[in-house]
Structures are given as structure tokens and as C-alpha cells.
Nanobody, 116 residues
Framework: QVRLVESGGGLVQAGGSLRLSCEASGSIFSILSMRWYRQAPGKQRELVAG???????HYADFVKGRFTVSRDNAKNTVYLRMNSLKPEDTAVYYC??????????WGQGTQVTVSS
């Protein structure tokens, strides 16, 4: 079992930056594909960014050039650096660890609010 705990959310003005962290328990972190999702009120959860165990990166078009995902396997932690934040980035951000459909792990989420 893997437990994921996000941190780093908060309130920031438009144009500002935040760095989210997601720390995982257990010993399989390095082989997990780690992903960040977000869900705004009244909207479906959407994929923001991901990084595989081998370091391959993926970004949604709406964050390319603004957000950076990275991981530190020694610390069992994945990060999401968010720059040039916009009000439409306001959402609950979730960390997800994917090994297989039957072995997918979610954090509790962290709120990001961007004021205009």
C-alpha cells in the first residue's frame, strides 16, 4: 500500500508561483508513474502533468511553459512547480501514483487558489 500526502497549496495572486509536494510512503515510489491532477468546482478532474519512473515528462497544453514536474526518488517525493499562475488554475490539486489500473494511489488533495 502507498500513501500519498500533498502539501504546498495556498492562496496566491495571479502571476505568482507555488510549489506543490507529494510525499509517498512505501518502497515502490521509484517505479511509480507520478501524476498531478486538478479538479475545479463543477468540473471534471483533469491531468495536469506527469513523470514516469524513468523520468519521461508529460504536460497538459494549458500548463506547458508554466508548470514543471520533477521527482526525487531518494526522498520519495514528486513536485509541481507552478509559475505564472492564473485564476483559472484555481482547483484542488491531487497527486496520483500509477503502477497499474489495480494499483493506483491518490492523495487527499491540496487547494490552490489564484486571485485576480
Amino acid at each position: 500500500q502507498v500513501r500519498l500526502v500533498e502539501s504546498g497549496g495556498g492562496l496566491v495572486q495571479a502571476g505568482g508561483s507555488l510549489r506543490l509536494s507529494c510525499e509517498a510512503s512505501g518502497s515502490i515510489f521509484s517505479i511509480l508513474s507520478m501524476r498531478w491532477y486538478r479538479q475545479a468546482p463543477g468540473k471534471q478532474r483533469e491531468l495536469v502533468a506527469g513523470i514516469t519512473g524513468g523520468g519521461t515528462l508529460h504536460y497538459a497544453d494549458f500548463v506547458k511553459g508554466r508548470f514543471t514536474v520533477s521527482r526525487d526518488n531518494a526522498k520519495n517525493t514528486v513536485y509541481l512547480r507552478m509559475n505564472s499562475l492564473k485564476p483559472e488554475d484555481t482547483a484542488v490539486y491531487y497527486c496520483c501514483g500509477f503502477l497499474s489500473v489495480a494499483n493506483t494511489y491518490w492523495g487527499q488533495g491540496t487547494q490552490v487558489t489564484v486571485s485576480s
